[in-house]
């Protein structure tokens, strides 16, 4: 090897030890013998909050004063599972002695777990060897949320810095893109996880409905009302997290009502002539542009401030296809453990198809898409062109959605989204319970869209 070759190999190999220490999951920092700090990534200056500069050549102990990774030099054997706190933030790390020839040089700490929550739910997992997920625990939480590319870290990110208080958050993004188990992971991750999660979908419940099943009724609030009268979701979710999903939808009046609930942090049953006070942190969500509602007067702007207090935007799947291999692998297994099968992966052809396609329903249409050809493939590696409806093939042109104009691209949505569920349909001879369960959404939202789409 000339010296030139070597001088490039060894580049790369350092670009690649970069990349691999640098990685956005733990935490790395070592110091030589004397406690000088020679590398630190990228993970650990960001909890720090200092640059490369601020760290490299200082020592330990005047960046990090309660770390005792200077004792390893002297020790020089591992301490592993101690705990680091940094900036208020607690990790479980492991420090160990480095040795070149048997002589210690240095030490380095690493983190063991991004995070506690992360740290506990693996301990759970272990404790619980061979149960089944589902019977665990059935919120999703950040471990679930599965994607690799930078946007999804990002939304992994927002997530975990929003679990850390209590303040209204917005989660936006198309329809399938993941925002309840966001929302779910979120509350997991939250000092509420003890407390409830209460999920209402705005768009579902019929308008003369909403404000009951929101807000309850004291007895005797109206013919009917029950005896005792009924708490509304607010209540329901007292000391935990409420999901407003489609908020979108929320008709006007009841805008203003819960506008009041966010300023006041207490409820007015129906008929009730005192409040109720609350602990709830409210999460809403929405597949909708809500400035543009703002603008044409449909959403009230100071509720839209008032819920954008914090903003999470879900990306949409056609922007990360570079995460449908661990999609479809994750998402392989979910399915097997639910109908039972053994599908193993998928062909290298419907990966490409998948990749030129626009997703229009997101992870959930990714999910059916997965389900039909399991259920269709004769071979463990299913190949997607054995489903009998091809939403690829819908004429559009796929590899390119920026192309697509936004009213035609809506469209095209509509007709995806009509011949899925019409096809479901058939396979389940019309029944909506079983259809709305195959296409991995409530019932009502079924409903809603069949509605919509002039499904009758
Ligand atoms: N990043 C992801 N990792 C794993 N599963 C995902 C992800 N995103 C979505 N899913 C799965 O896709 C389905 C739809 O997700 P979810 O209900 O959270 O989407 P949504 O954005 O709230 O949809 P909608 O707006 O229609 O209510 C669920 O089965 C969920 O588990």
């Not at 705005?202 to 004291?218: D, K, M, Q, R, T």
Request: hydrophobic share 40%; with cysteine.
């Amino acid at each position: 090897m000339n010296r030139v070759v070597a001088k490039q190999f060894s580049f790369r190999q350092y670009d690649r030890l970069k990349t691999i220490l640098d990685n956005p999951f733990e935490g790395i920092m070592a110091i030589d013998n004397t406690g000088t700090i020679f590398f630190i990534n990228s993970f650990f200056l960001e909890i720090l909050n200092y640059t490369e500069n601020d760290v490299l050549d200082k020592k330990i102990w005047d960046i990090i004063p309660n770390c005792r990774l200077f004792e390893t030099v002297g020790q020089g054997y591992s301490i592993w599972g101690e705990t680091l706190k940094i900036n208020a933030r607690e990790f479980l790390v492991a420090r160990f002695p480095l040795k070149i020839d048997g002589q210690i040089i240095g030490a380095m700490v690493k983190t063991l777990f991004p995070d506690q929550t992360i740290a506990k739910e693996i301990a759970q997992k272990l404790a619980r060897p061979g149960k089944p997920e589902s019977t665990v625990r059935t919120l999703c939480t950040c471990l679930d949320i599965m994607g690799e590319t930078p946007p999804m870290l990002y939304v992994k990110k927002l997530a975990r810095k929003a679990s850390r208080t209590s303040s209204t958050l917005l989660i936006t993004g198309e329809s399938g893109t993941g925002k309840e188990i966001v929302a779910q992971a979120i509350h997991t991750r939250s000092v509420r996880r003890e407390g409830p999660f209460i999920s209402v979908n705005c768009g579902a419940i019929p308008e003369n409905l909403l404000e009951s099943e929101l807000f309850g009724y004291v007895e005797g609030a109206f013919t009917g009302a029950k005896k005792g009268g009924n708490p509304g979701k607010f209540e329901l979710a007292d000391t935990g997290t409420i999901l407003l999903d489609e908020i979108g939808d929320m008709p006007h009046y009841m805008q203003v009502k819960l506008l009041r609930v966010l300023q006041e942090r207490e409820v007015w049953r129906i008929g009730a002539t005192s409040p109720t006070k609350l602990d709830v942190r409210v999460i809403a969500s929405t597949h909708m542009d809500l400035k543009q509602l703002v603008k044409e007067k449909k959403f009230r702007e100071d509720l839209y401030y008032r819920l954008n207090v914090l903003e999470i935007n879900m990306p949409p799947l056609r922007d990360r296809v570079e995460d449908l291999p661990l999609l479809v692998d994750a998402l392989i297994t979910r399915i097997n453990s639910r109908i039972g099968a053994d599908a193993k992966g998928i062909t290298p052809e419907s990966l490409k198809i998948m990749k030129a396609y626009y997703w229009p329903g997101n992870v959930r249409e990714l999910e059916n898409i997965l389900e039909q050809a399991i259920n269709w493939s004769q071979d463990s590696i299913i190949d997607i062109r054995n489903i009998p409806i091809k939403p690829w093939e819908n004429g559009c042109d796929s590899g390119n959605s920026t192309v697509i104009e936004s009213q035609s691209f809506r469209s095209h949505i509509s007709d995806t989204e009509r011949d899925m569920i019409l096809h479901v349909l058939e396979q389940t001879n019309g029944n909506k319970a079983k259809a709305a369960r195959l296409l991995n959404m409530q019932r009502s939202v079924l409903y809603r869209k069949m509605e919509k789409l002039n499904i009758m």
